[in-house]
């Protein structure tokens, strides 16, 4: 494809859409600080929440990155191309606007075929975070991305996101033949994988808790909601009626506005919902999640009901069920969340 349009228009410090296997993401030139403005006032983003680095190569990574040890190397040559972004000590190379004042910076190289001719062509890094206004659901196809931004964003369309959420996002430190890792965003790949391409290699692998606000900025609890409220819960624990009975009691305490995120409650009692249909696969759950989430709220319903089975969790939910975890503004029964 003839990508011109798109390569000039970020030469003049502008942005653009852009297909990544994800999510679609919304891009600018990492040497183009106005750009990367751009970015945060296009989204109405907070400068607290720092950005992905999106590169063509592993060369291209190494030169945003003081240090590139051989767990690093390990996790690039098993997962890139792929859903992946690695959070590393970054250069001067790299604004600090990029990375919210952070010392590191998050790099992956994404696997959508468009995505690398893009950033091949403009022939420098590309920061973006998802094409989406904060605190919103990702979007996943380019009619997504028109739906946010409307004629202000061109969006190079690349047709429907094969993996549909957001990247795992991993932070790595090597001594010796230990690796520490903390999984800061959980995503397609998951800690097993990790583990197995790393073990492979002779290393040794040890898994902490994420320190969350403090290591995963962006990481914010009330992330990706729907415009209407969403009910997680059990069909294993919980029938439908007793979720609306408990949701209208419990709704209407809650906030109009979460994390500077308005959510459209009804003003009297819950009366229809929309029932949200995960796949039993967790790759199509995962592929179809935000599409789903986007077209429930658009219907009349006034508010969303995810009904989880037991089958549903564990390793490969992990991506899935964080983003419904973020995306609920309910769970119930209340310890639920704690399983999940
Ligand atoms: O799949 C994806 O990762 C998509 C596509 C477009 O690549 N991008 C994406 O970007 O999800 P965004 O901005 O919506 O999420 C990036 C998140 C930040 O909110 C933050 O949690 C984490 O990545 N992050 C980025 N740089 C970091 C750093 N230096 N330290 C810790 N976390 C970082
Ligand atoms: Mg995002």
Redesign the pocket.
């Known amino acids: 494809m003839n990508l011109k349009k798109y390569v000039d228009l970020l030469e003049n410090s502008g942005v653009v859409g852009f297909p ?1 296997e ?5 891009a600018a030139r990492i040497d183009r600080p106005a750009g990367i403005e751009n970015i945060f006032t296009t989204k109405e ?1 907070p400068f607290f ?4 680095v ?1 590169v063509a190569s592993i060369e291209q990574a190494k030169s945003l990155t003081t240090s590139w040890t051989v767990a690093t190397e390990v996790l690039a040559q098993s997962f890139w191309p792929g ?1 992946l ?1 690695l ?1 590393l000590p ?1 250069t001067t190379a790299v604004n600090s606007m990029i ?2 004042g ?1 010392e ?3 790099v ?1 190289q ?1 696997k959508h075929p468009l995505a690398l001719q893009l950033i091949s062509e403009v022939g420098v890094p590309l920061a ?5 206004k904060f605190g919103r659901t ?1 979007p996943t196809t380019a009619e997504h991305v028109r739906g946010e931004f409307g004629n202000k964003v061109e969006v190079l369309d690349g047709g429907p996101c094969p ?1 549909g ?3 795992t ?1 991993l ?1 790595v430190a090597q001594n010796g033949e230990d690796v520490r890792l903390q999984v ?2 959980p ?1 397609a790949i998951t800690p097993p994988m990790l583990r197995a391409a790393l073990e492979q290699r002779g290393l040794r692998v040890l898994f902490e808790k994420t320190k969350e606000a403090r ?5 914010m609890k009330h992330h990706y909601m729907p415009e209407i409220p969403l009910i997680l819960s059990s069909s294993d624990l919980m029938t439908s009626s007793e979720v609306t009975d408990e949701a209208n009691q419990k709704l209407k305490n809650l906030p109009d506005v979460v994390e500077g995120v308005r959510l459209r409650k009804p003003a009297g009692l819950l009366t229809k919902a929309a029932l949200l249909q995960l796949s039993e696969d967790p790759t199509l759950a995962a592929r179809e999640l935000y599409s789903q989430l986007r077209e429930a709220s658009q219907g009349n319903a006034d508010h969303l009901i995810c009904f989880l089975k037991r089958s549903q969790i564990g390793d490969e939910w992990s991506g899935v069920l964080d983003r419904l975890k973020k995306a609920a503004s309910l769970i119930l029964p209340e310890d639920f969340a704690a399983k999940i």
Do not use: W
Request: charged residues 15%.
């Open positions: 990544t994800t999510v679609y993401g919304l983003r929440d720092p950005l992905i999106h859903p972004t959070v970054k990375t919210s952070l590191t910076v998050g992956r994404p973006a975070p998802s094409a989406n990702s993996v959420i957001e990247s996002v932070s800061l965003r995503g290591l995963a900025p962006g990481q």
